[in-house]
């Protein structure tokens, strides 16, 4: 397992209301033809949605917490 910072929800809905006040907040897209639509998209764990934690989503978000994942397989 691995320890990584994030943003946690227990709903879908929440993280994509969460995505959406970055988004607001960072002004995008800029325009409607800006190639990034989006600043950050969240990912699933089980029955928990996460958005990875940076300084922009502490920004809008307040302080992450500790999220263990299963490591990646090695190729």
């Known amino acids: 397992?691995?320890?990584i910072k994030a943003h946690t929800f227990t709903i879908e809905l929440e993280a994509v209301n969460a995505?959406?006040?970055i988004n607001q907040g960072e002004g995008i897209p800029v325009s409607n033809d800006a190639v990034t639509r989006t600043y950050?998209?969240?990912q699933q764990l089980e029955?928990?949605?996460y958005i990875l934690a940076d300084e922009v989503?502490?920004?809008y978000l307040g302080k992450p917490t500790d999220l263990e994942i299963p490591e990646p397989p090695i190729e």
């Open 19 to 21: 995505i959406d006040l």
């Open 57 to 59: 989503t502490e920004k």
């Open 47 to 49: 029955d928990i949605y």
């Open 1 to 3: 397992m691995a320890s």
């Open 40 to 42: 950050t998209n969240w």
